[in-house]
C-alpha cells in the first residue's frame, strides 16, 4: 500500500470531478423528480465517521418523505420509501452526490461504506479498522452482496480491504461496482426495506 494512497487521491479528483460536470444534468433532473416525490430539500445529509473517524456530513438524494404519525414521529423506513426512492437505491443514483464528498476528501470512490455515528462505540478492535482509509462510494462488500450480507462478514470484508489495498483491488472493485449495479444484486436485506441495524459484536 505504500505510496498508493497519494496515486488513490489523484484518481479520485480526476474522476469525481468529471464524474460531477458530466452527470450535472441528470443530477438537477432527480433533484426535480425528487423534490415531486418527496418534498424539500431533494437530498439528505447526516454525520457519518471517516478516516480516522473523524466526522463528516455525507450526501445522498433522498429516496424517503417526511412522513410522520400523529404523535409527530417518523413512519418507518418501509412506509416512507417511494417508488421512485426504490429506483434511486436500486440504480445506486442516490449516491451520485457523494461525489462532493469525494472532492472534498471526505471519501473515496472505493473504500469501505461510511455508517452510523451511533456504531462506533460497537465495534470490536478489529472491526475498528475500517476507519484507516477513507470511507468509498462503493467497496469490496458492496460488490459482495450489499445488503445480503450480514454485519459480520461486511466488517471482515472491509477489514481485508484495507489490508490489501491496491489500484488493482481498487479497479476490480469499481468493475464488479458497474455489473451489481446492473443486476440489481443485494439492495436489501430480505424482508427488510432497509439494512437492519448493526448491535454490538460479540465478544
Known sequence: MTGYPTLKRGIDIVVAGAGLVSSAPLLVLLAGLGVWAHGWPPWFTQSRPGLDAKLFRIIKLR?????????????????????????????????????????????????????????????????????EVRPGITGLAQVSGRNGLDWVDRFELDVFYVENMSLRLDLEILLRTLATVVRREGINEAGQATQTEFQRSPP
Not at 404519525?69 to 420509501?81: Q, S
Not at 426512492?85 to 443514483?93: D, E, H, M, Q, Y
Not at 451520485?96 to 461510511?114: A, D, F, K, T
Open 63 to 131: 429516496s424517503m418523505t417526511n412522513a410522520r404519525d400523529g404523535a409527530g414521529r417518523l413512519l418507518p423506513d418501509a412506509e416512507r420509501l417511494t417508488r421512485f426512492g426504490r429506483f434511486l437505491r436500486a440504480s445506486s443514483l442516490d449516491e451520485l452526490p457523494e461525489l462532493i464528498n469525494v472532492l472534498r476528501g471526505e471519501m473515496s470512490l472505493v473504500g469501505p461504506r461510511p455508517l452510523l455515528v451511533s456504531y462506533l462505540d460497537r465495534y470490536s478492535s478489529r472491526q475498528a479498522r475500517r476507519h
